[in-house]
């Protein structure tokens, strides 16, 4: 059984910061990719950024120079870092990652249960 757990979430001014923490706990053989994704009320899950296992990264154009993803593997922890957060940032956010539970098993996708980030003055 695998667990994504996202933390960090809340309420901040416009302008401001945050920061978004995603663990992974269970039967972990290896993970590959991981990855942030946001849904705003009204509107489709979309892809805010993701990194590889060899730390290769890719942002949506609405966060490029604001937000930076990095992971600590010996954690299994993936981080979002917010800044200059806008009205438009606010939406639920999501992190999965490709985790392959043993030896010889499939990689399969895993989701956290998501945390609500809300910019607003």
């Known amino acids: 059984q695998v667990q994504l757990v996202e933390s960090g979430g809340g309420l901040v001014q416009p302008g401001g910061s945050l920061r978004l923490s995603c663990a992974a706990s269970g039967s972990i053989f290896s993970i590959s990719a991981m990855g942030w994704y946001r849904q705003a009320p009204g509107k489709q899950r979309e892809l805010v950024a993701a990194i590889t296992s060899g730390r290769s990264t890719n942002y949506a154009d609405s966060v490029k120079g604001r937000f930076t993803i990095s992971r600590d593997d010996a954690k299994n922890t993936v981080y979002l870092q917010m800044n200059s957060l806008k009205s438009e940032d606010t939406a639920v956010y999501y992190c999965?990652?490709?985790?392959?539970?043993?030896?010889?098993?499939?990689?399969?996708?895993?989701w956290g249960q998501g945390t609500q980030v809300t910019v607003s003055s």
């Open positions: 999965d990652a490709d985790i392959l539970t043993a030896r010889g098993a499939p990689w399969r996708t895993y």
